[in-house]
Structure formats: C-alpha cells, structure tokens
C-alpha cells in the first residue's frame, strides 16, 4: 500500500507546489490591490532570492579555497606553467617578507569549539540580559541558538614590520573567516524569529606587541586593530531575510560596518592588557598620530563623460566632485559643473596614524539627480609621503576608464615644542587654502572619567555623556548608563589654526535630556607654556557641586613641514638675504622642466589570446551548452581599452597591442576582464592583474594568466616597458621593427615619446580696453589634445605644466600650439615640426618661441626614441661583434652567422648574392614571428624599373606564396618607374615549414588604355631556406626579366 501511495502523493505535492505560485494573485485579489503590487512583488522576491544565491556561491566558493588553500594555489600556478604541480611554489606565493601561519591555523581549528562555547555563554549571560533590560517590549528576547560552526578563523599570511622605536613590535595579519556560523534569536512576545546563517569577513588584522619587558610576560599589553576597513558579507535568516533585499542588504551591512569601524579600524583600537596596572595604557589605546599630512586637490583631466543627451546620442560633460579617504576621516570636495578638466585648488588635512599601512584614497564621482557615477579612483601609501616629505603629481585614475588626478601632497610632523609656532603661523599666511584655513597644531583630548556628578532627580543616577568642544567642531563621547562616576575612557583629536587664541570646552550632560551637570574650559595657551605642551589632572566642573572633577589629559603638538632630505652632493638652494632688496625679475631664457618631468615610460600592451574560457551562451532554454563571444577590457595609466568580440570561441585570439603613458607611481596595476558579449547584459568570464611595478623593473613580462573569480581559463598577454632614449640614430631601426611586429587590428606602434614642459608667455596681445588675457593652451598632435590650467589675467602668464604624446613618426608629425583667452578670443599659434629635433643635441629644444599672432611662448620640447628591448641587445651585440671584426678580420668567414640564442645574423650568408645598385630592383623585408607564426613580407619600393615602350607604367606589386599559391598585391603607383608603396603583409606560417616555402614576387602594370592587357616588369623568386628571416633587414633584390627565368 504504501509502495503504491507513494508516487501519489508526489503527484499530490508537486501540485501543491504549483497552486503556491498563484497565492500572491489571489491575496492581491482579496486584498483588493492591483498587478502593480503583484509585479511588485514578485520583483522584489526575484532581487531578494538572485542576491541570496549569489551570497551562497561567494560562500562556497570562498570555503573551497579556504579547504585546501595551497591545492588551490599549486593549480593555479600548474595552469599558468609555473611547474607548481612538480612541488615547487612561485615566489609571488612565497612572498619573501609574508609568511604563512599554519601552525596557527591549527591552534585556532582545534581551539575553534572552545572558543564557541565562550562565545555561548557571552551572548547568554550578558547580552540577552541587557537586550532585555533596553525595552520593555523585549522581555521575552532570547538566544534560540549559537553555533559557530565547524569553519574556525583563517591567518593567509603574517608579516612583521619595524616598530617605531625598540620597544615595539608590529605584525600585520591577513585573516580571512567563512564561517558556518548559525545564531538565532526569538522574542516570543511578537512570534519573531531571527538570525545569521553564515558570515563571510576579510581584512588585515594589525597587532601591536608594547611595550616589551625585561620581566614576565615579555609583553605588557596588545593593541589590535583594521588598518582599512574589512569587507563584510552576512547571510540572513528568519524575519531579517528581509536584509538580504537589494538595498537593505548594503545599508544593513554598511550599519554593521561602521559598528565594528568605531571600535576596531583606526584610529579606533582593541587594547588587551597583559599586566594589571599598565602603566599609560590610555596612550596604548589613544597614541597620538604618527603625523599629519596636508592634501592639496588640486585639478583633474580628461575625465570621461557621463552625462549623455538625447537619448544618449549625444555626449556631454560631467559635473565632478571628488571624495577623499584616511582610515575613517572623509572629506568632499566641491562640485564644478559640466567639465572634464575640472580644478578645485582646496586643501584637506588628515592624521595618519600608521606608517605603513595606512593609504589615501580619492574617488571622483559624477555628480547626479539619483546615482553618482564613478569616474575614477586613485590610493597612495601614506609611507611614500612619509619617505618625500612633499609630492607634488599627477596620478593615473583606475577604474574609471581614463583621466588623471593632480594632487600635492606634504607630511607634517608633531612636535612638542612651542618656539616653532610662530614660524608654522607664518608659513600658514602665505597658504591660499580652500574651505578652511590651514592647521598650525593639532589637539589630542584622553577622556578618562569623572566623579562627584550631581544627581538632578532624586533616587536616579544620571546617564552622564560629554560634549568636547573647540571653536565650532563638537565631539561627543558614549553614554555612561546610571552613574555618578562615569568611566569614558576615550579620546578626540581637534585640528587648531591659532592654539593662543582658541579654547576647549567640556559640557558634561544627563542623557537623553541633556540636561548640564557641569562644565569646563581652559584656554589652550596653558598647554604653550606646560611643561611638554601637556595638561594632566583632575579638573573641576562649573556647576556641579565641590566634589565633582573631571578627569582628562590634553597634549599639544605643532605642525611642523620638515624640508625634504637634500641627497648627497647635491648643493642646497642658496638663501636669500631677508634684509636686503627684492632681487629684480628676470626673464628666464630656458624653460627649465621640474626635475620629476620625463620619467615618464610607455607601456605596451599586447593582448595576444586566451584558452578554456567557459561558456556563457546556452541554447534550448539552457539544455545545450554553447559557447561564448569573449572580448578583453584593459585598464592601465588611467586609461581603458576594448578589443574587438571574436564570435563563437572558448580559445579565442586577438593579437591586439595597446599602449599608454605611465610613471612609477607605487600601487598600479594593469587589470584584465574578459567579458562574454551578449543583448542585453555581457556575461563576465574573469579577470587577471599585473603589477606595474614588475613591467617596470623587469621590462618585458610574457606570460599565460590563470584567469580570477572565473571557472576556468587563462589569458596569453606580452607586456613591455618602453623607457625613451635620445639616440635618432635607432629611429629608423624601430620604425621597420614597428612595421614588422605591427599587428593586424588596432592603431600603429609608436616609435618615440614628445614631452613638453609649457613654461611661460610674454608679450601678448591685450584684448579691447586693454585688458590682459586670461590665457590657456591647447596642444595637439594628431588626434590628441590638452589644455593647460587658465592663468589669471596677464600678458605674461606662468603655466609650469607638462604634457606627453605618442609619437607614430617624428619626420610626419607637428606639434600645434594655440594660445587663447578663457571667453574664445586666439592670442597666437606656433607649429612645431618634430623633424628638426632629430638634428638637436638630445633630440630637444628650450627657448623661447614666437607666436604667429603676436608674443612668444617659453617651452621646452624633448623626443625619446621607444627602443624595444630585444632592438637594444640586437644593437647591443652588433656592437661587439664590429668590434671583434676590428680585431680579427680572418675570423669573418668561419661561422655561418649564428648570434646568440640560435638567431641568425643580420650579415647575409655567404652564397647569397651581394645587393645591386643599379638596374630594375625591389627592395623587400622578409621576417618570421616565432611567437605569433606569422610570415611578414613588407614591399617598400621599387626602382629603375624597365619603362614600357609607348607610356609610363601604373605598377603594382604581386606576391605568391609556394606551394600553397596564396597571394598578395600592393596597390597601384600611377605612372612611374621609380614606385614607394610600403605595404605590409602576413601569411600564417609554423616556424618548421617557414624553409620549406617559396616566395614569387612579380611587378606588374595594370591594364593599358591602349593594349588592354597587364605587363610584367620585372620578378624575384626567393627559396625562404636561403633567407635569413630572423631580424627582417630591407633589402635590395634584381629583378629579372619574366621571359629569362625558368
């Protein structure tokens, strides 16, 4: 019976399960609302499950890695062709200075159930008492169940860092917890059921050993605390699945962060005691910062625009503003409308409380009626402003496509010595700030308890709370619940613009009625004259009653610029005498760049493939597995690349070369996303990143990248640092380099980099009235332009701005220059052929340059020829076997010419047939990319060709590959005998058929007027064993007569 009832009552419940789904139109009906409400539902079920699963996968792919950590690094490297799978790790994954905790993450996984039920019995016995005490109506709360689950906290890496002076240990955790974690909570009263059901939480943990003891323990206390704020992600259940809505969920987890951010991430701190009685344990929970950096925003440029008009066909500008990031300190700038160059000119300051560490960060957002949009972000190590002492750059913006941020930044240091702050106000004065004046000290106030408090009503303890005031910044402590002697315990920090005339004030106060129960101030001139800039004591309270004192500490620290370090043999500036007269201006004849200008390097981008990409496309409502579209976006130097969609392919190959303007600015990375096209949304099939610093120091990384957050699949790329040389003399050897590795699909290869340094006008023309211009520059080369920064009005504007181009060829390109007034009106213009700086000494020009409307321009001009590095050893190598030539001479016809590496040499084989100098000749560049198994011919030209007897021929050039008969043709020259066509063409070729090929090059007419019929000129026959394919030389060839050849 029941055999037979079974497959009944599935029936039964699969039914069910399918009269649910029309439950919501029916309560709609009942309740009387309309399909909008239904629609709106359902949408909102929809957001809520597609998040809820996506949490699932992030939580089971993270507990897959965290199962077998190194199983999953060895696959990884094993997939790149690293050989870890032969049992030898990389040295990215043995990061020298990082290592791993093992050990510890034994410890912790068999102390994990322990630490459970520690965890149980805190949650019981303290926090459900005090949830019920907070409300009446949460009598009947109670923790149903706390389980930590099975999956203990994770150490990926332990690093140690120098402390600040001999007492002081640091170390810098990287923890990463997927836990099983299940608490659930009830309160009866309301039928209410809650909880976590999985909890995912990465960061780096930093824990401070001070200070250390010639006695036991060793340690006196630990500090523990977030450099930078973790990443938080929490799996509902119960009622708070509602959390887990789009919206919700980030606001609930943004609440929990910043939660944990006011008791763990700085410059809040955890400090754990290890002696009783620590002497000045308030300043191991409150140190005072390590310094405080001044952050100037200064402008931006070429940021892309995001505002779009009808219907998005037309693009406008955005309206930019930018938001800056110091642990927990935030500040926004203003908002300029409707440019892509804006320039705000506003200074910010901000208390640095670990070096290193601790990172600026700026975002630039689109400012917008609903969502801003993102333009770009930047971060810097504070340690690198700590190292400069003063910065002064512009940085590359990532994740925002293109665009640039200027920034000047300067570290001040904290001294505890009064007689240098007239010297700091002094400086200040000559400071335009924006919004706020700038800082001369900075205020640190330790908040440690009172007593003796008043009590306003009879028989109630008061809730006391304390309000810490200077000029118009108020900072509040917490909320001390039912006491007269309130322990704080807590700390603030005031910026000070003028400490001898300014005040703090203290209002002690009865929560939540703010009712006064006393109140102190004290002028901050007392602390100029304490005994190292330092108050400490109890204090009493105005109007609270003769016992009542407040106990605090207050330090005053000068903010004080500290010149940077001059390097050694390199003389200090000379000063000049206060008291004597101004020195009278002269006009400088040279435009004399900032030293940081030209270092900057050009990165060269070759895309060339991927394998294993997954499959994104599905056919038959999913059934079939399909393939994908893939197509890369590349991001690097603020800029972003789109390559074109190979269609149909999970090996897909693009041999596509990108290239852009970089400077070794710290924390860059050139990222990679490999995308699926489609309709609607693109599928994302993963992401893989390269350091910059590594192209940089290493000058070539070729290299298969397991793709991240992706199933499976890797990408080929070739990356190449360029770093500018004046040497014309390899111009003309990277232009045909450039020919030769030129690939099929995208822009030309640049063969130098045009820097120039705009310094100065002088002598414009005044507009009507007289009025002096407010003048700008624009310059372009190509297709590529800039502008500089609008002076005030003057006829002799100072701009001191650089700018970079890419240059294609120096002996084809101008650089243009305008100068105009700010309302439109042009003042002049000048045209910079960039062929004469290749006759110059450094391939460069400073001086002064008139313009053709009136007035001259200071700049300076530098071109740097891109020199590959494989172009340098070639040269490098000819070099030294001229030299050997030199020496012996009788050696010359003894080695086949063989280089190194088992190229051959750029000199011909002995056999081959010396070039002609006269008669009908072609000259012809065969080379064979190994890497990409391509044959490349180039036809430059031809000359003295055979002239036909009745009229000058229209030649062109055929080529033909044997045996496969697969052909090639130039265009057509008209009427000449002495043709340039310098065209480019590839057969795809292995390197072991490339010598068993014949290449059959004929120059041809096209068809007379008056024969009708197409005439050979001339034909070369060439056995690709007998050439020497490995450099790609130009070369003459004889051409023969068509009728004399067999």
């Known amino acids: 019976m029941e055999r037979r009832g079974a497959p009944g009552l599935a029936v039964l419940g699969a039914l069910g399960r399918r009269l649910l789904w029309a439950l919501p139109a029916y309560a709609a009906g009942l309740l009387g609302l309309g399909a909008g409400a239904v629609v709106l539902a359902l949408a909102l079920y929809a957001g809520w499950r597609r998040r809820r699963r996506s949490r699932e996968r992030g939580m089971r792919a993270a507990e897959r890695l965290q199962r077998d950590e190194e199983a999953a690094v060895r696959a990884a490297a094993a997939a790149a062709g690293l050989g870890a799978a032969r049992g030898e790790l990389p040295a990215w994954v043995t990061f020298p200075d990082v290592e791993r905790a093992e050990w510890l993450n034994k410890a912790l996984a068999q102390a994990w159930p322990f630490v459970g039920q520690f965890v149980g019995k805190v949650l019981q016995d303290r926090v459900a008492p005090a949830v019920r005490g907070s409300s009446a109506h949460l009598q009947s709360f109670a923790f149903t169940r706390v389980d930590l689950g099975q999956k203990p906290l994770r150490i990926l890496g332990v690093r140690a860092h120098p402390g600040t002076h001999n007492k002081q240990i640091l170390l810098d955790l990287n923890i990463s917890y997927v836990g099983d974690v299940q608490i659930d909570v009830e309160v009866k009263k309301f039928f209410c059921k809650a909880g976590v059901k999985g909890v995912q939480l990465h960061g780096v943990l930093r824990i401070i ?49 910043e939660s944990i951010a006011s008791c763990l991430v700085l410059p809040n701190r955890l400090l754990l005691p290890l002696l009783p009685d620590l002497p000045g344990a308030a300043q191991l929970r409150w140190p005072l910062p390590r310094g405080v950096v001044r952050v100037a925003l200064v402008a931006a440029r070429a940021l892309p625009s995001k505002d779009r008009f009808l219907g998005g066909l037309v693009a406008g500008h955005s309206d930019p503003y930018g938001v800056l990031r110091v642990g927990t300190q935030t500040a926004t700038s203003r908002v300029i409308g409707d440019c892509s160059d804006p320039r705000w000119d506003e200074v910010y300051e901000f208390m640095v409380h670990e070096v290193p560490g601790q990172e600026l960060e700026v975002e630039l957002f689109d400012k917008d009626p609903d969502k801003d949009d993102l333009l770009g972000r930047m971060k810097l190590d504070l340690g690198e402003v700590l190292k400069a002492r003063v910065m002064d750059e512009w940085f590359p913006l990532q994740e925002g496509g293109q665009g640039r941020l200027h920034l000047r930044l300067e570290w001040l240091s904290l001294l505890p010595d009064a007689s240098k702050l007239d010297q700091v106000l002094e ?179 070759r ?60 924390g860059q990375d050139v990222e990679f996303e490999i995308f699926d096209e489609d309709i609607d949304k693109d599928d994302f099939l993963g992401r893989c990143k390269v350091p910059l610093s590594r192209v940089l120091s290493s000058r070539v990384v070729d290299e298969w990248l397991p793709l991240q957050d992706a199933p499976s699949g890797r990408l080929h790329v070739r990356l190449e640092s360029l770093e500018p040389r004046d040497s014309a003399a390899m111009l003309q050897r990277v232009l045909h380099s450039n020919r030769l590795q030129q690939p099929e699909h995208g822009p030309r290869l640049s063969a130098a980099l045009l820097r120039v340094f705009l310094a100065r006008a002088a002598e414009l023309p005044l507009l009507r009235g007289s009025r002096p211009p407010a003048a700008l520059v624009s310059l372009t080369v190509r297709d590529v332009s800039f502008r500089t920064r609008t002076c005030a009005p003057s006829p002799e504007p100072v701009w001191d701005e650089g700018f970079s181009f890419l240059i294609l060829n120096p002996h084809e390109e101008t650089l243009e220059l305008q100068v105009q007034d700010e309302a439109g009106p042009a003042l002049g213009a000048l045209r910079l052929p960039l062929a004469p700086l290749l006759a110059r000494a450094g391939l460069g020009s400073d001086g002064w340059e008139p313009l053709s409307g009136g007035g001259r321009l200071l700049l300076r001009a530098q071109l740097g020829v891109l020199v590959p590095q494989e172009l340098e050893q070639r040269a490098a190598g000819e ?16 080695d086949e010419g063989r280089a190194p590496g088992g190229l051959r040499r750029r000199r011909p084989p002995a056999d081959s047939p010396p070039e002609p100098t006269a008669g009908p000749r072609l000259r012809l560049s065969l080379w064979h990319h190994r890497e990409q198994r391509k044959l490349v011919a180039i036809v ?107």
Not at 213 to 226: D, H, K, Q, W
Not at 879 to 894: H, I, K, L, N, S
Request: net charge negative; aromatic share 6%; with cysteine.
């Open 209 to 257: 050993l001070e200070p250390l003891l010639g006695e036991a323990p060793i340690v006196g206390a630990l500090s523990i605390f977030f450099i930078r704020r973790p990443t938080l992600d929490i799996n509902w259940t119960g009622l708070t699945n509602l959390l887990d809505i789009p919206g919700l969920s980030s606001l609930s987890d943004s609440l929990i962060m």
């Open 427 to 605: 400086m200040n004065r000559k400071i335009a700030a924006n919004p706020d004046p700038p800082s001369s000290a900075i205020l640190v106030v330790y908040l440690d308890r009172a007593e003796g408090l008043p009590v306003r009503k009879t028989g109630k303890e008061p809730n006391p709370v304390v309000q810490v005031s200077v000029q118009d910044v108020t900072r509040e402590s917490k909320v001390v619940c039912n006491t007269s002697a309130p322990v704080w315990e807590d700390a603030f920090r005031f910026f000070l613009h003028d400490p001898r005339n300014q005040e703090v004030d203290f209002q002690v106060k009865d929560d939540p009625r703010q009712t006064p129960l006393g109140s102190l101030s004290l002028p901050l001139s007392r602390l100029l004259s304490a005994p190292g800039m330092a108050l400490d004591g109890p204090f009493p309270l105005r109007g609270a009653g003769p016992g009542a004192r407040l106990h605090l500490q207050l330090e005053l620290r000068v903010l004080f610029p500290e010149p940077p370090e001059v390097p050694p043999g390199q003389a200090e500036p000379p000063k000049s005498d206060p008291e004597g007269p101004p020195p009278t201006p002269r006009r400088p004849s040279r435009a004399g760049p900032d030293p940081r200008m030209g270092t900057e390097r050009v990165l060269r981008v």
């Open 607 to 666: 895309l060339l493939a991927a394998e294993a990409l997954a499959a994104k496309d599905r056919r038959l409502a999913g059934l079939v597995r399909g393939r994908s579209d893939p197509y890369a976006a590349v991001r690097a130097g603020g800029r972003r690349f789109r390559s074109r969609t190979r269609y149909r392919e999970l090996n897909p190959r693009w041999d596509e070369c990108y290239e852009v303007i970089v400077d070794d600015v710290p």
């Open 879 to 894: 070099e030294e076997e001229g030299e050997d030539e030199d020496e012996d001479d009788e050696g010359e016809g003894e």
């Open 940 to 1046: 430059h030209g031809c000359r003295e060709l055979r002239a036909p007897p009745k009229e000058l021929p229209d030649p062109y050039v055929s080529l033909l590959l044997l045996p496969e008969r697969s052909k090639r043709r130039t265009g057509v020259q008209k009427r000449t005998l002495n043709p340039d066509f310098d065209e480019r063409f590839e057969w795809e070729l292995p390197t072991e058929e490339a010598a068993q090929r014949r290449l059959e090059v004929t120059v041809k007419s096209t068809l007379s007027f008056v024969t009708r019929e197409k005439e050979a000129l001339g034909k070369l026959q060439l056995d690709l064993a007998r050439v020497d394919l490995s450099e790609g030389e130009p070369r003459w060839y004889e051409l023969q007569d068509e009728r004399s050849l067999p």
